[in-house]
């Protein structure tokens, strides 16, 4: 923006003008930016306020409107003028709520508040997007079950074609199977029917839904909006333009040979959950090994395989409504049956807890504890955690062993091939490849091997045609890589969304819930790639990372580290970005080591002018300062939620708000070091297996780069301790002050910093 014509604005409601002198901030604007248009009002998000700003830019005397008042996470609708840009300074949550009123540190914090926010402004261009375009409308849902059909109906509804593939000869998945269903209506007692029949007779005769089966997916290209997807299909290719995908591959029992510490193999009347509704809904229950003798002693064992190190880590949740499903139908078909359930944890969440309660009043028998040993002949021992005693079971008709739920991440063709995709899958980088995800060393790396050649062939579902790889990142238990909380459905994929029991362990009531969010979010990226604009967490966004090629050194950091897949390579090793896959993230421009990436509203050299505009006191005047690099998504909420319940931090730290850790670069530490700041904290998501980043790898990505900090901290003579990270969640509102004080206290043990007054 060569013409820049900023105006600024401040607030004196909400405390700030009792907190601060507003009178004296008024005079910044002019004295240090030269920027002319500086007004101040009560209360700027009043209709007077607003109008008092839009006035100015419709009249034409700013194309730039810097607000100090509140955080930029609040009031977004009130200060939203037709795409100008919008900064702001927040002088309410992270100074007046925070800070002692009338203080001269409180004051200082105010101004470099808003010089921060000049500065950013000199930096900060309204977004060019990528070009509006017309895009396919196709929904592909991979996987004909429950949780596909669905998918298919949902997305026919809302008006967009639906192509649903299927690689079995038949739609229905595992429903097909069962006799009855868990309760999935008011008043959530009584097994009900299974509707899957009826369920894929509608989508059969939907006219926007079309359906292949016996169909494998051979490459996926692209990206959201113009996704083309080659489908080996009756002996011949495919190819179909899709506009967004839905995952919907479902579940499979878990193996039961390998539990014959539960006596799996010993009988044939020990069977698995899964084979006994191959045995229920044709009369009474008889035993599988004579098929003569009605089994009426049956006890189910709860658990088997599941929470257990050796076999499945995890609950799958849906085991103990299913066993009470069965217990039901078993007592319904014959009263005097006896059915025992034996369980550690009984899982029956919400409406299933009715359902629990009419099974106890049927008289199926609950007894918690965990399973001793089961015999051939036919005997339970169980260790009661009742009683304290061990209980034997003698003279059983049927062992039910209730296996767990395991996600069908990739087409197990072969064991061996599943077994080595997973160890790939959950890094998401190849570690034969030698190309590591820290930071920049100063070395370009070795020429990167691609990672699909050494995965074995036939495990993905999509084969997608990514530099990363042909599949979607999963997690270590096998299921899509998808936070629970932050981004259900979404997967490292830009517009590819996973949904039902891939996703996590689900029931039929609770997968048909999940295919239409999943249906949604895909419907969303088609209209957003669209526009040009992100999809989650920076939703609308429509900025996107440019690359200045003139200097580009082609050392692919960007493209090793990029989360989502966004950014490819020519043959010569230039990177280019896929602009609709990438989220806006910055993890690219952190990574880059000549500081060539950058936003047209973030970029390398706006985070250093607003680190420059920060008043930093000489060693004389005893007001050390601090940095903070707060990620937007997290820290920076558990900040302003601090804030709100009025807990105070050092007046001497500065907070600058960042996309994600992971586009921190090195340059911003060495910036802030060298402008004399005494202590630099990077505080953002929690990383790891159980990581709460929106941006998958920043915060892991920060940490590995900070590791290497200590050795330019040492060259520089200065402590280690003065760059630190901390991670936090956004529910550490309550802790968040007290870490940055104790950051604070160290610092202010420590000798100045030598290089300020440099």
Not at 532 to 547: M, Q
Not at 617 to 632: N, V
């Amino acid at each position: 923006m060569s013409d820049r014509k900023p105006g600024v604005y401040l607030c004196k409601g909400c405390g700030i003008g009792e907190a601060v002198d507003v009178g004296e901030l008024e005079k910044l604007p002019a004295s240090e930016f030269k920027i002319g248009t500086c007004k101040t009002h009560d209360a700027l998000c009043s209709d007077e306020g607003v109008a008092l700003i839009k006035a100015d830019i419709d009249g034409g005397d700013i194309n730039q409107a810097i607000i100090g008042a509140c955080s930029h996470r609040v009031m977004t609708d009130k200060f939203s003028f037709n795409g100008t840009p919008v900064i702001r300074a927040n002088l309410r949550e992270q100074v007046a709520w925070s800070q002692p009123a009338g203080e001269e540190d409180t004051q200082m914090l105010a101004a470099d508040q808003v010089r921060m926010a000049m500065a950013q402004a000199s930096k900060t261009d309204a977004p060019s997007s990528s070009a509006v375009q017309e895009l396919v409308q196709t929904v592909m849902i991979v996987g004909g079950g429950i949780t596909g059909l669905t998918a298919a109906l949902e997305a026919a509804k809302s008006g967009h074609k639906a192509l649903l593939v299927e690689r079995s000869d038949k739609l229905g998945g595992w429903a097909n199977k069962w006799s009855k269903r868990m309760p999935h209506l008011p008043p959530y007692r009584g097994v009900e029917e299974n509707h899957v029949g009826k369920l894929i007779a509608e989508v059969e005769a939907h006219g926007d839904i079309t359906v292949m089966t016996d169909t494998m997916i051979t490459k996926t290209s692209g990206a959201p909006g113009k996704f083309e997807v080659t489908m080996a299909h009756g002996g011949s290719d495919k190819i179909e333009m899709i506009g967004a995908i839905v995952v919907a591959t479902g579940w499979r029992p878990y193996d039961a040979s390998k539990l014959t510490h539960l006596g799996y193999g010993a009988s044939p009347d020990i069977v698995t959950g899964v084979e006994l509704e191959d045995m229920l809904g044709d009369g009474k229950l008889m035993r599988k090994s004579d098929g003569q003798k009605e089994a009426k002693y049956i006890a189910f064992i709860q658990c088997a395989g599941s929470r257990d190190p050796d076999h499945l880590p995890y609950c799958s949740s849906v085991c103990c409504g299913v066993s009470i499903k069965q217990s039901l139908q078993i007592k319904r078909e014959n009263p005097d049956a006896s059915c025992y359930v034996i369980f550690d944890e009984l899982r029956t969440p919400g409406t299933a807890e009715e359902f629990y309660r009419e099974a106890q009043e049927a008289g199926v028998i609950f007894m918690k504890g965990k399973v001793k040993s089961v015999g051939g002949d036919m005997s339970v021992v169980y260790e009661d955690d009742l009683l304290g005693q061990e209980v034997p079971l003698n003279g059983l008709d049927m062992i039910v062993l209730a296996t767990g739920m395991v996600p069908n991440s990739t087409n197990p063709d072969t064991e061996a091939a599943e077994e080595e995709m997973n160890k790939y899958l959950i890094s998401d980088i190849n570690p034969a490849a030698g190309v590591s995800v820290a930071g920049y060393t100063g070395d370009t790396p070795d020429p990167v091997k691609r990672p699909e050649e050494s995965i074995p062939p036939g495990g993905s579902i999509l084969n997608l045609q990514y530099r990363q790889g042909p599949h979607i990142p999963i997690l270590a238990d096998g299921f899509s890589d998808s936070h629970y909380i932050c981004f259900p459905y979404e997967t490292r994929r830009t517009g590819i969304y996973t949904c039902g029991p891939v996703r996590r362990p689900m029931d039929m009531a609770e997968s048909a819930d999940d295919a239409a969010g999943a249906v949604l979010k895909a419907i969303q990226a088609i209209r957003s790639a669209g526009e040009g604009a992100s999809v989650h967490p920076r939703t609308g966004d429509l900025s996107f990372p440019k690359i200045g090629h003139d200097i580009c050194t082609k050392c692919r950091r960007c493209t090793v580290e990029c989360p989502f897949g966004a950014i490819d390579e020519e043959e010569d090793g230039k990177p280019v970005i896929n602009e609709s896959r990438c989220r806006r993230c910055g993890t690219c421009m952190g990574a880059c080591p000549v500081r060539t990436i950058s936003f047209d509203n973030y970029s390398p050299s706006m985070v250093g002018d607003m680190i420059k505009a920060i008043d930093v006191p000489d060693e004389f005047e005893e007001k050390p300062r601090i940095i903070i690099f707060a990620c937007e998504n997290d820290a920076y909420p558990a900040l302003d939620m601090a804030g709100i319940n009025r807990q105070q931090w050092s007046a001497y730290v500065r907070v600058i708000p960042v996309r994600c850790l992971g586009s921190v670069t090195m340059l911003w530490v060495s910036t802030a070091l060298e402008s004399g700041f005494d202590g630099i904290m990077l505080m953002g998501c929690k990383s790891g297996d159980d990581y709460q980043c929106h941006f998958i790898k920043g915060s892991g990505i920060a940490k590995e780069r900070m590791s290497k900090v200590g050795a330019t901290l040492k060259s520089m003579a200065l402590e280690e301790e003065r760059v630190q990270m901390e991670e936090v969640s956004i529910a550490d509102s309550h802790s968040v002050a007290k870490v940055i004080n104790k950051f604070a206290a160290t610092i202010g043990d420590m000798d100045p910093n030598p290089f300020k007054g440099f």
